[in-house]
């Protein structure tokens, strides 16, 4: 009932405008990624009731996430007018999609072992976070823009104002993949301490939260496309 009821909801603001799902499931992403950090800093201060319980949200608002995306994609097989390529907005959805994906495989990670290591492993750790989570609530406002690009008609002024916020989310995902590099390295020269096993759960998690920043950029990249492409 609660899943048909939220379906409902999504068909609704669905028939105002094409766009407004899509940025509703943007930022079901990005809450997803919001929890996120709350279960790292959790995790990081040893509080693994905090970090169970936080899982358990993300998985939530993940399923909502999928939830979208199905209406999405079974609104855009029938005959409604689009002012972008279908095929577009499905390839820009994949990825966007993978944001509360990989923010969810992330939190269960955390799950499964207790924090091990110096503390200038946790500040590599808050300070990855802390760039993925900008830069994915920087995507955000770059969906955001969607809808005013709808309302001028695609107007030359806005489409480049999307596009410079485009190159704004790819700058800030390569400072995450510099900061992902040096936390690995961090963490392998800490072996001795941590322990193989540890090497191996930290640098998992290092790639994780990597990934989903990766993922905001990518999905950045095929927004560009499909504005391109009109």
């Given at each position: ?169 790819e700058e800030m ?26 090497v191996y759960h ?5 790639r994780g939260i ?21």
């Amino acid at each position: 009932m609660i899943k048909k009821e939220y379906i409902r909801s999504v068909l609704n603001i669905f028939a105002t405008s094409p766009f407004k799902p899509l940025v509703l499931h943007a930022n079901k992403g990005g809450d997803c990624v919001r929890k996120l950090n709350e279960s790292l800093s959790a995790f990081c201060a040893g509080d693994m009731e905090t970090v169970e319980a936080l899982n358990r949200e993300i998985d939530v608002i993940e399923h909502e996430a999928d939830v979208i995306k199905q209406t999405i994609r079974s609104e855009l097989s029938s005959s409604i007018m689009l002012p972008v390529h279908a095929n577009d907005l499905l390839n820009f959805l994949k990825p966007q999609d993978s944001i509360s994906d990989d923010s969810q495989e992330v939190a269960f990670w955390l799950t499964v072992r207790k924090f091990e290591g110096p503390d200038e492993v946790k500040e590599g750790f808050r300070e990855l976070m802390d760039k993925t989570l900008a830069t994915v609530e920087m995507y955000e406002t770059l969906v955001s823009s969607l809808g005013e690009l709808l309302e001028t008609s695609f107007s030359k002024r806005d489409v480049e104002d999307t596009l410079e916020l485009v190159v704004k989310v790819e700058e800030m995902e390569h400072q995450v993949d510099v900061i992902e590099k040096e936390l690995v390295r961090l963490v392998f020269s800490n072996e001795d301490n941590i322990g193989p096993l540890g090497v191996y759960h930290l640098a998992r998690l290092v790639r994780g939260i990597g990934d989903i920043a990766d993922k905001a950029e990518h999905s950045a990249d095929r927004l560009r496309t499909m504005v391109l492409r009109r």
